[in-house]
């Protein structure tokens, strides 16, 4: 690897690494404004998508020079499409985090507080899967990827259950049907997030290996949500 190369790609190694920082906050305050029917702290997370935008857009130019400037082979140009990937997926779930605060000020004058809905445990495993999704691309750890891809089913598992709950509740309570839509609608979002975390987590198989694990024979889920 020449020198001005290995200076790009820790340039853009660390530009990816904060903007994965600034995204977990994003999904972190974007669920506690829900949680705590924080107006304030949703509306700051709606805010500031912008600057995640502007960020994927300039780990994206940094992507495109590395390419044609440096022509990388090998490991250092499994590196560089991965992380146009990645980013591309990060961003992606700051919109998704933006999408979830939106919910908690729509939710909130809608009464919210007398539902039993319990979106914790959904919300710690996606949580979960965004961390060591981003710790596996940080430390190019295959074994946190693949618990990522296991945890996957989990989350499509409780999306399912709080489906049904949703339906069921809007059988009983058809007044009520824009709370369940809204709660539904959080679930979903949390949903897809865990789906962009598993992409990550491929992609970091991908960067180490030179496999691509989500279309190999013993992938456990196929994913489409980047189609």
Not at 6 to 21: F, H, M, N, V, W
Not at 71 to 82: E, G, H, M, N, T
Not at 154 to 179: C, F, Q
Request: some cysteine.
């Amino acid at each position: 690897m020449s020198v001005h190369l290995q200076k790009d790609i820790e340039k853009l190694k660390k530009k990816i690494l904060t903007l994965s920082a600034v995204v977990e906050e994003a999904l972190y305050d974007a669920v506690t404004a829900v949680k705590k029917q924080d107006d304030e702290l949703a509306q700051k997370v709606i805010d500031h998508d912008h600057q995640i935008d502007e960020m994927e857009v300039d780990v994206e130019s940094d992507c495109l020079k590395i390419l044609a400037l440096h022509q990388p082979v090998a490991s250092d140009l499994r590196y560089v499409i991965s992380v146009l990937k990645i980013n591309n997926d990060l961003e992606r779930v700051g919109d998704l985090a933006a999408n979830i605060a939106q919910r908690a000020i729509e939710m909130k004058y809608l009464g919210q507080n007398s539902l039993s809905f319990d979106f914790d445990p959904m919300f710690e495993k996606v949580k979960t899967m965004l961390e060591k999704s981003l710790k596996a691309l940080i430390q190019l750890n295959l074994e946190e990827a693949q618990m990522v891809r296991a945890m996957d089913d989990e989350v499509d598992e409780m999306h399912r259950n709080l489906y049904h709950l949703a339906e069921e509740n809007i059988r009983s309570h058809p007044d009520r049907t824009g709370i369940f839509l809204q709660l539904l609608s959080l679930s979903r979002y949390l949903e897809r997030i865990a789906d962009l975390a598993t992409n990550i987590a491929e992609d970091v198989i991908y960067m180490v290996e030179g496999t691509i694990a989500r279309h190999s024979p013993e992938s456990i889920k196929m994913d489409e949500t980047r189609n």
